[in-house]
């Protein structure tokens, strides 16, 4: 009796030997992928952090710091252990409001 459903002679091996190779692909990429990431965020927090240390605006209280950028280079420098994220960065950040 024929049921219609047709059962492949075997397994493609095209199919697993291209498999095989996209696996070690992403294997191969996926590190590099991540660094790439990272560098963007470490990237734009130096740059963020250096337009925070040209910036002044004295009618609204505002003043050029180093802070950020000293923070950044006693972490890659001396492998410091301080946070840097982009919001501190903000000019009304308020580190009370980020504890809640």
Not at 23 to 36: G, H, R, T, V, Y
């Amino acid at each position: 009796m024929h049921t219609g459903v047709r059962v492949p002679a075997g397994p493609p091996k095209r199919k697993h030997r291209f498999d095989t190779m996209y696996q070690a692909f992403l294997i191969a990429i996926i590190p590099i992928i991540f660094e790439n990431i990272i560098a963007y965020i470490i990237a734009k927090y130096f740059r963020n952090a250096l337009v925070r240390a040209n910036y002044t605006n004295v009618e609204k209280g505002i003043y050029e710091t180093t802070r950020y950028i000293e923070l950044f280079l006693k972490n890659l420098i001396f492998n410091g252990n301080y946070e840097l994220k982009n919001r501190y960065l903000h000019i009304r950040w308020n580190e009370k409001e980020d504890i809640e």
